[in-house]
């Protein structure tokens, strides 16, 4: 299986590229599909490659010392992962589960240092990913510290409906399959408090809800409580 330089264009890490630089790029590329449930790469594994992903959903986890797992993070299409060298790992610091049937690209972990060299807009890139992941991290440490459940769940529904929302006519449909667990792994708390918070959204015709499905069909109002104001 090979890809496209075309597709890579598509993408705004690559679109400055030259065709020659594409092609040089690609050369060291090893594509792989992976099936919706499977890991990419494992926490404390050895990282031995960094990714690239072109198609479908990801889902960063990681288990806590206390055995908890929560859901760190979402990777979307046209987002790098697992460039644990940027970090000064040699081990990932996650497991990347598919959350829907992905296409990822993969280079040796060992290219990372040429790339940069090579190509100063992934070094750029890379900073900035590193940058918004912490600016999220400690935006969800102070929800978890410092806001309700219902709010921290909100405030998880609107940065998936903003990240990977697609318009429908019932509202925003979160395009990706996504369970109550996963949110629960988002938030901090449990399956059942999850599924307690959206059954009440429901019923007040907030959210839409099905098998691994979630719309929302009322933004302003999930707005507003996520703002903490009584719905």
């Not at 993408?11 to 099936?35: G, I, K, Q, Y």
């Not at 589960?97 to 060299?117: C, D, K, N, R, Y």
């Not at 509202?171 to 059942?192: K, N, V």
């Amino acid at each position: 299986m090979k890809v496209d330089r075309a597709v890579l264009k598509t993408l705004p890490l690559f679109e400055r590229m030259t065709d020659p630089d594409l092609d040089s790029m690609l050369e060291h590329a090893v594509p792989r599909r992976v099936a919706q449930g499977d890991a990419v790469f494992e926490q404390g594994g050895e990282a031995k490659s960094f990714f690239l992903l072109l198609h479908g959903r990801l889902k960063v986890t990681q288990v806590t010392h206390d055995g908890q797992q929560i859901i760190v993070r979402m990777v979307h299409p046209g987002d790098l992962f697992g460039f644990a060298m940027a970090l000064r790992r040699t081990d990932y610091p996650g497991t990347a589960l598919a959350a829907a049937e992905s296409l990822i690209i993969g280079w040796p972990t060992e290219m990372w240092s040429h790339f940069v060299e090579q190509h100063p807009r992934l070094a750029m890139t890379a900073m900035q990913t590193i940058g918004q992941r912490l600016e999220e991290a400690h935006t969800r440490i102070r929800e978890m510290s410092t806001e309700e459940v219902e709010k921290r769940v909100a405030h998880a529904v609107l940065r998936l409906s903003k990240q990977a929302g697609r318009a429908v006519e019932a509202g925003i449909r979160i395009d990706f399959p996504i369970s109550r667990q996963d949110i629960a792994e988002m938030t901090g708390t449990t399956l059942h408090t999850v599924s307690r918070i959206l059954s009440a959204w429901e019923s007040k015709g907030i959210v839409q809800g099905g098998r691994q499905k979630l719309t929302v069909t009322d933004p302003p109002r999930l707005l507003k409580l996520a703002d903490g104001e009584r719905d």
